[in-house]
């Protein structure tokens, strides 16, 4: 049963304008939907309504699955996120009270499930993502389905340990195995199992550097394929995917070839690699959207010059991955571009060659098969009951989800300003 719901609140039938079938491509009209308890019971209008059942009429708007965002990180980013010091002026306290803050923007703004994909700072070994999600799925908190990576596996001076985001002095903000700085196949097995024993639900690992962080060229593999390899097998032993951070073309081909699941960025692949990635299901979060859209007005030269020469390279290699067939996933790389802006993705994945229902099935059907969720992703009986509803025809125009206006969650109501719409 879903957080904040009872056995006694009554059925909800949902009526809108319409509704979207997601994998017929269609508008549904009139859109209606019944729900009880955190589950969808029935689509279209029911011969006869349950005893009790509350009708909610949210007039002329679209109802949509709740949308997902495969790459965020809810501790970083959000209010007041000014200094270039807080990597070591918050304490886990204060990072977890952010990500609160953020879960719940995001929430707000239809995506019902997140992906947060690596801590990257000092906890002393806790996930915290993972005690996020626990207190989200208690209810005591607002926020989204989260899938838990703990902490980000990354070698010493890795694009993820963090000394290189800021070039911190030896010794400040030096991290542990347990909070994922690994060297040597023996040390990321270690790393791993960490992350699973205490909740991790995906692994991410930094394969390749990066663009934003003082790593040299982006795209130089990081980790061997042996390093890699490990990896993999400890994470699919468990039953559990692996992303990688990767940007440079050998470099995510040696990450496909190590058998890792989803490839996180991908800015500098070749169409050979493409192809390979699309021969083998590989699944590319392409976080498009910050090329375009990432403030590096203040980032150190070096990296913004980075920038510059890589992300328009990256809007192309994004362009190529749709017209091959790669299987590509919605992400944000949030804070990157700020939580809850999920649309600006969308609009740009459509920018990038892709139909609007390829982008909203890139949030909804193809990210939920990313998770192995097959309990979300299209407005049907037996799947949660998790439902947005947009203004206008989201098929025609895709920018209307940057409108949401109604949100539930597992049948539970978290956002309603149809009135207003």
């Not at 607002?142 to 070039?167: C, K, N, S, Y």
């Not at 994470?235 to 081909?253: L, Q, T």
């Not at 070096?302 to 020469?309: F, I, M, Q, T, V």
């Not at 790389?333 to 649309?343: E, F, K, L, S, W």
Request: hydrophobic share 45%.
């Amino acid at each position: 049963m879903a957080a904040g719901k009872t056995p006694s609140e009554p059925p909800v039938l949902l009526r809108a304008a319409r509704l979207l079938d997601i994998d017929k491509g269609e508008l549904v009209e009139p859109g209606e939907l019944l729900v009880t308890g955190e589950h969808i019971a029935g689509v279209g209008r029911p011969a006869q309504l349950p005893e009790g059942t509350v009708v909610r009429d949210l007039g002329d708007v679209t109802l949509l699955p709740g949308l997902m965002d495969m790459e965020v990180n809810l501790f970083l980013g959000g209010p007041d996120h000014r200094s270039p010091l807080i990597p070591v002026q918050e304490d886990p306290a204060v990072r977890t009270l952010r990500a609160v803050t953020n879960a719940r923007r995001t929430l707000r703004r239809g995506y019902t499930t997140v992906r947060n994909l690596g801590l990257f700072v000092q906890t002393g070994g806790v996930l915290l993502d993972v005690a996020l999600k626990k207190a989200i799925d208690l209810g005591w908190v607002e926020g989204p389905r989260v899938v838990p990576a703990g902490h980000a596996i990354a070698p010493t001076g890795g694009h993820l340990d963090p000394t290189m985001f800021q070039a911190f002095a030896p010794g400040v903000l030096a991290l542990t195995v347990e909070e994922g700085i690994a060297n040597g196949v023996a040390e990321v097995r270690k790393a791993v199992r960490y992350q699973l024993k205490y909740g991790a639900r995906v692994i991410k690992v930094c394969a390749s550097n990066g663009v934003m962080s003082h790593t040299g060229p982006a795209g130089a593999q990081q980790y061997s394929d042996e390093e890699l390899r490990a990896i993999v097998d400890e994470a699919h032993r468990a039953g559990v995917k692996v992303a990688a951070h990767c940007m440079g073309d050998s470099a995510i081909r040696a990450a496909v070839e190590a058998g890792i699941d989803c490839i996180e960025h991908g800015f500098l692949a070749s169409d050979d690699t493409l192809d390979l990635m699309a021969e083998r299901g590989t699944f590319l979060v392409a976080t498009t959207y910050l090329t375009e859209g990432m403030n590096t007005e203040h980032a150190d030269p070096a990296l913004k010059a980075k920038a510059e020469h890589v992300f328009p390279l990256a809007r192309e290699s994004t362009a190529r991955a749709i017209r091959r067939g790669v299987k590509v996933a919605l992400g944000t790389d949030a804070p990157a571009i700020p939580h809850g802006r999920g649309a600006l993705e969308l609009r740009a994945l459509v920018d990038r060659g892709m139909r609007p229902l390829q982008a909203l099935r890139a949030a909804t059907t193809v990210a939920a098969e990313l998770i192995d969720a097959d309990d979300r992703g299209r407005l049907e009986a037996g799947l949660l009951a998790d439902v947005i509803a947009v203004p206008g025809d989201p098929l025609g125009d895709v920018s209307v989800v940057e409108r949401v206006c109604f949100v539930m969650k597992g049948g539970r109501v978290h956002r309603d300003d149809t009135s207003q719409s």
